[in-house]
């Protein structure tokens, strides 16, 4: 049995299995286009039997939620969380120009808090914290 909500990567995008009040399986993939989450349920039986060698990558919530901003992080808007993805973007460009190959421990930890907190930004279909 899999205990849900349970977290994917997807062919590139985050995917989340949950389950309605009646116990049936539900699926959201991430709209990289748009940054929304869509009812799909066609992965379901995918991500069930995925293996080590396909598209498709179990997550714990850090991860997803990492993964979910990352892709967000590309859109590009008006607006509080698409400032915040600018500071992120800034991190990035200012690591490139001193030629580091790797974040700092608090540079990482800033940009894990900041995704956390776009993350809450928009509507996800599940939420926040684990059940």
């Not at 940054?35 to 992965?43: A, I, K, S, W, Y």
């Not at 892709?71 to 500071?87: H, I, K, N, S």
């Not at 894990?112 to 809450?120: A, E, Q």
Request: hydrophobic share 35%.
């Amino acid at each position: 049995m899999v205990q849900t909500p349970a977290y994917f990567k997807y062919y590139g995008s985050t995917f989340v299995l949950d389950t309605d009040p009646e116990g049936n399986w539900v699926g959201h993939r991430l709209n990289i286009d748009t940054g929304e989450f869509e009812l799909d349920n066609r992965p379901i039986t995918e991500v069930l039997l995925a293996t080590s060698t396909s598209d498709v990558t179990v997550l714990d919530r850090d991860d997803f939620i990492w993964w979910t901003e990352q892709e967000r992080g590309r859109l590009r808007g008006d607006g509080a969380v698409f400032a915040l993805y600018e500071t992120i973007d800034a991190m990035y460009e200012q690591k490139e120009r001193e030629g580091r190959k790797a974040f700092t421990p608090e540079e990482r930890a800033l940009i894990k808090s900041i995704r956390r907190r776009t993350f809450k930004m928009w509507n996800n279909p599940v939420p926040d914290g684990d059940r």
